[in-house]
């Protein structure tokens, strides 16, 4: 890490921490018309990271066997500072490089697709329909070994230069979080069914 490498993270509980609570990643490799960079919806069990796809996509179709890097970034709020120059943001972000390998084995697709529905509602999985024979076929898994990855993360409030000190200026940071709002239910949904636990506890959280 050579720009700011105080801001390094290296140990896998602060990379898995990132990883997890970020609600998407991006996932960058080369094609034959240049760099693309897509996001999409990932998930982390152990020290494996999946993804997944369309087989159509050129997403799935492109990065098998070949280097790719994901990127995951959290943002916690505006670094307001007195000079424009030292504004910012303070984040978490993690960026793992690695060679994606396609996921056959009927057990750990199973598992893969449980931790990408819970990744993004916890406990969703136990509640949905779980996948027609149809809808798995249709869906090409990923699965990248986290064997090189490192986190980038900015905290705290501006870094101001001295004779900036005395300006007058406001500085100081505005926090930044996702928050759930009230749940909004689908047209078409029958009456009288009640909000699953997955729900209200995204919602109260």
């Known amino acids: 890490m050579k720009r700011l490498p105080e801001r390094g993270a290296y140990d896998r509980e602060t990379i898995d921490g ?24 990932h998930a982390r069990i152990g020290d494996v990271l999946y993804l997944h796809g369309s087989h159509a996509s050129r997403m799935m179709r492109t990065t098998v066997g070949e280097q790719v890097c994901v990127t995951a970034t959290i943002v916690d709020g505006i670094v307001v500072a007195r000079s424009a120059f030292h504004h910012s943001l303070n984040y978490r972000s993690v960026m793992v490089f690695g060679v994606p ?14 931790a990408i529905t819970n990744h993004v509602l916890p406990g969703r999985w136990g509640e949905a ?62 009456a009288g069914v009640d909000l699953p636990p997955s729900v209200i506890g995204y919602s109260s959280s």
């Open 129 to 190: 329909r779980q996948p027609s024979a149809k809808e798995d076929k249709g869906t090409k898994l990923l699965a990248i070994d986290i064997d090189e990855a490192s986190a980038k993360v900015r905290t705290g409030p501006p870094v101001d230069d001295e004779e900036d000190m005395a300006l007058g200026i406001w500085a100081g940071v505005i926090p930044l979080a996702v928050t759930a709002g009230t749940p909004e239910l689908a047209p078409d949904l029958e």
């Open 101 to 114: 390998r396609v996921v056959d084995d009927a057990e750990e697709r199973t598992a893969a697709f449980a």
């Open 18 to 41: 990132v990883l997890d609570e970020a609600l998407i990643c991006h996932l960058a490799f080369e094609t034959d018309q240049g760099p693309v960079a897509i996001p999409t919806i």
